[in-house]
């Protein structure tokens, strides 16, 4: 049984995008690329022979995750009610440090923390799933117990 792959309309979309970038952009420039290696002559001892296979190798490696992704995925939605769910930005306060951040809770695939959008798997995103504004929750870090209070959730 596959994974079911959880994502937002936006990660689907971004998904689908790439995958069509990879089939019609890059498999023609490997191809090509394979192709002007092969001019080359013997391919035994041809480096940009080999460089060219183990690249085309990788793009449809990467070509069959992509879509084995979009197959399996489950599109979230926020439910915009008053709890934390997939799909909520939700601003925290670090109790102990008195700073907010602010976060988008996705699936772990499309899980970026650089554009601020956690796992619901990760130790934050899991402690705020359920949870609601006002609420203060306990997230284990390898560095101890961070203690946050949920100050808005946003849908």
């Not at 399996?72 to 939605?77: L, M, Q």
């Not at 970026?112 to 705020?128: C, F, H, M, T």
Request: aromatic share 4%; proline share 2%.
């Amino acid at each position: 049984m596959t994974k079911k792959v959880i994502l937002t309309e936006e990660g689907y979309n971004q998904l689908v995008e790439k995958l069509n970038y990879l089939k019609s952009v890059r498999r023609i420039e490997v191809a090509d690329r394979l192709k002007a290696a092969i001019a080359l002559g013997d391919l035994s001892e041809n480096s940009e022979y080999d460089d060219a296979k183990n690249e085309q190798a990788f793009l449809e490696g990467e070509i069959l995750e992509l879509e084995e992704k979009i197959r399996n995925s489950d599109i979230i939605s926020d439910t915009g009610g008053d709890v934390v769910t997939l799909g909520s930005r939700v601003v925290i306060l670090d109790i102990e440090e008195d700073e907010t951040e602010e976060y988008m809770i996705v699936g772990s695939t499309e899980a970026d923390p650089d554009a601020a959008k956690i796992s619901n798997e990760s130790p934050v995103g899991a402690a705020l799933i359920g949870k609601s504004v006002g609420e203060i929750v306990d997230v284990h870090a390898p560095a101890g117990v961070i203690k946050y209070k949920i100050v808005e959730i946003k849908h």
